[in-house]
């Protein structure tokens, strides 16, 4: 199992930055599709955006595609998405997750684990 937990969500204005973190903890010596899922209010899940651990390839939402980046530190089990011109409608809560699977693919939404969840909020 893994455990997951988020941090460096918040409030910013259109147009403004936010990295989000994710640490993670337990059984981190094999590969695991990691990934970024959202979901605002009244609206189904999104998956933003995915990074197979082993071998670093990403995968994009195109609704964020250009302005979101994931990445990875191996030596410390942490998890990143770094939002560049975010928007109104970036809002939403924001979940760490990871998958077993051996590979990931843009809009994964599947996922063996999760994290809490951090909300970001993206004011006009």
């Known amino acids: 199992q893994v455990q997951l937990v988020e941090s460096g969500g918040g409030s910013v204005q259109a147009g403004g930055s936010l990295r989000l973190s994710c640490a993670a903890s337990?059984?981190?010596?094999?590969?695991?599709?990691m990934g970024w899922v959202r979901q605002a209010p009244g609206k189904e899940r999104e998956g933003v955006a995915t990074?197979?651990?082993?071998?670093?390839?990403?995968y994009y939402a195109g609704s964020v595609k250009g302005r979101f980046t994931i990445s990875q530190d191996k030596t410390t089990n942490l998890l990143y998405l770094q939002m560049n011109s975010l928007k109104p409608e970036d809002t939403a809560m924001y979940y760490c997750?990871?998958?077993?699977?051996?590979?990931?693919?843009?809009?994964?939404?599947?996922?063996?684990?999760w994290g809490q969840g951090t909300q970001v909020t993206v004011s006009s």
């Open positions: 997750a990871a998958d077993r699977s051996y590979d990931c693919y843009s809009g994964q939404t599947v996922f063996d684990y």
């Open positions: 337990g059984d981190t010596s094999r590969s695991y599709c």
């Open positions: 990074i197979y651990t082993a071998n670093g390839n990403a």
